[in-house]
C-alpha cells in the first residue's frame, strides 16, 4: 500500500489536488481511497457528497471518505466515562449524554491519525491519499503521535507500576478499583493506539507530497517546510506546483505572469533536484466533479497518480559516525534537507537532545554511546547537521 499525505501553504489547492491525485491513481487501475476531514471543499471538487460513516464511490477504482472528528470524539469519550465511571460515580460526577458532546480543539487531528492508521491495517487499497491541513500543521500533526508517547512515558513510566501485585487487593478493600491501575490500563491502551499509528507514518509506503503556486516566495516556504519534515524524518516524494499559466501569451500582462511563474518553477526545481516536479495548468476555473479532474491531470499533471518510489532512508536517519580513532569524536549526522544557519537550534537535556529548525522542534534521545559523551560543537555542512560528541572521561570505558 501507498499512503501519500498531501499537504501545502494554506490557499495553494491541496484539496484539489489531492482528489485528482487519487483519481490519477485510479485510472491507472489502482485501488484509491481519498482521506478528508474538510466540510464542502472536498464535496466540491468530486462533485458528490461524501459520508463519515463508509467511503463513497467516486469513480471506478476511487472512493473517498470525509472524517467526522465530532462523532470520532463522542465516541471516544463515551467509551472513557464508561470505563471510569466507578471512579466518577465515587466522585459524585455526573456523566454526560451523548446529545451534549461537542469536540474539543484537536478533535481533529486525533480522528485524522486514527482514519490513518485504521486504514493502513486494511487491506482494501493499493493507494490512500489524504488530504492534509496545511504544511506546518501536518508537521506536528505527524510528530504528535511521539510526542504523546514521550510525555506518557514520563508521566507514567511503565518501571515504576510499583506494588502491582497489591493493587487488586487494595481496591477488593476499598470496594473500588484504584485510579492508579486504571491510569495505567489507559495508558497502555493510548500507548498501543499511537505505536499503530507511528508504524502507518513511518512505514516505507508512506510519504509526503508538497502542493504549492508558482509564486516568488515558493521556493522559500517550501525549503522551509521541508527542512521542518525532514527534521522529523518524513519523506518528501514530490513537489505539485499548481495553477500554471500557459507561456507565451500575446497579452504582455499575462505574459508577465507567466514569466514569474517559470522563475519560481526553475528556482523549485533547484531546490528539489531529487524528487519529481509536477506542473499542473490553470484551467481559469476552480476544478468540480470527475470530468474537470480527468481534464487537470490529462495534462502534464498526468504523473499525479503514479507510485514513485519513496526515497530509500533507513529506519531512522539520525546515524552515528565513529571517527573516534581518528579524530577522537562521535559524530551524529542529523539530514535537514532545507535547513539554514539562522534559526537552527541545539539544546542536551540530560540523556536527551533538543534540535530546533525555524518553527519546528524535536526531541530525541541520545544513543547509549552519545551518553557517555559531551557536546563539542555542531556545524551545518551541505544539508546535514553534524553534532561532535566528545568521550567524557569520567563516563567512558577504560581499558585496563
Not at 470524539?73 to 451523548?98: I, M, T
Request: proline fraction near 8%.
Amino acid at each position: 500500500m501507498r499512503i501519500v499525505l498531501v499537504t501545502g501553504p494554506g490557499g495553494a489547492g491541496r484539496t484539489t489536488l489531492a482528489a485528482a491525485t487519487a483519481l490519477a491513481g485510479a485510472r491507472r487501475g489502482a485501488r484509491a481511497l481519498l482521506l478528508t476531514t474538510e466540510g464542502s471543499a472536498p464535496e466540491t471538487v468530486l462533485g458528490t457528497p461524501l459520508g463519515a460513516d463508509a467511503p463513497t464511490l467516486i469513480a471506478p477504482g476511487l472512493h473517498a471518505r470525509r472524517i467526522d472528528p465530532a462523532d470520532r470524539f463522542r465516541q471516544e469519550f463515551l467509551a472513557f466515562q464508561e470505563r471510569a465511571g466507578a471512579a466518577l460515580d465515587l466522585l459524585g460526577a455526573a456523566p454526560l449524554d451523548e446529545d451534549e458532546l461537542t469536540e474539543l480543539p484537536g478533535s481533529e487531528d486525533f480522528a485524522l491519525l486514527h482514519a490513518l492508521r485504521a486504514e493502513h491495517a486494511s487491506d482494501d487499497w493499493d493507494i490512500v491519499v489524504v488530504d492534509m491541513p496545511s504544511a506546518a500543521e501536518t508537521i506536528r500533526l505527524l510528530a504528535l503521535p511521539n510526542q504523546v508517547r514521550r510525555y506518557l512515558r514520563r508521566l507514567l513510566p511503565p518501571e515504576r507500576q510499583a506494588a502491582r501485585a497489591l493493587r487488586p487487593v487494595l481496591a477488593q478493600l476499598a470496594g473500588v478499583p484504584m485510579p492508579a491501575q486504571k491510569l495505567y490500563e489507559a495508558a497502555g491502551r493510548w500507548e498501543s493506539e499511537l505505536a499503530a499509528v507511528q508504524r502507518a507514518i513511518d512505514d516505507p509506503g508512506t510519504s509526503v507530497r508538497l502542493v504549492t503556486e508558482a509564486g516568488p516566495v515558493a521556493a522559500a516556504n517550501l525549503r522551509t517546510i521541508r527542512a521542518g519534515l525532514a527534521l522529523h524524518g518524513r519523506r518528501t516524494d514530490g513537489v505539485v506546483v499548481n495553477r500554471l499559466l500557459p507561456t507565451g501569451s500575446a497579452d504582455p500582462f499575462l505574459a508577465a505572469l507567466s514569466g514569474s511563474q517559470q522563475t519560481a518553477l526553475k528556482a523549485l526545481r533547484e531546490e528539489f533536484p531529487d524528487v519529481p516536479v509536477h506542473e499542473v495548468p490553470h484551467l481559469g476555473r476552480d476544478p468540480q466533479g470527475v470530468e474537470e479532474l480527468d481534464e487537470l491531470i490529462d495534462g502534464p499533471a498526468g504523473g499525479l497518480g503514479e507510485a514513485h518510489p519513496v526515497p530509500e532512508q533507513r529506519t531512522d536517519p539520525w546515524t552515528v559516525d565513529d571517527r573516534l580513532a581518528t579524530d577522537g569524536i562521535l559524530v551524529w549526522r542529523v539530514p535537514l534537507p532545507g535547513a539554514e544557519r539562522r534559526g537552527l537550534g541545539l539544546v542536551r537535556r540530560g540523556d536527551e537532545v533538543v534540535v530546533t529548525v525555524g518553527r519546528f522542534r524535536r526531541i530525541r534521545t541520545l544513543p547509549s554511546a552519545l551518553r557517555r559523551c559531551t557536546v563539542s560543537g555542531a556545524g551545518l555542512r551541505d544539508g546535514v547537521l553534524e553534532i561532535r560528541f566528545s568521550p567524557d572521561p569520567d563516563l567512558w570505558p577504560k581499558n585496563d
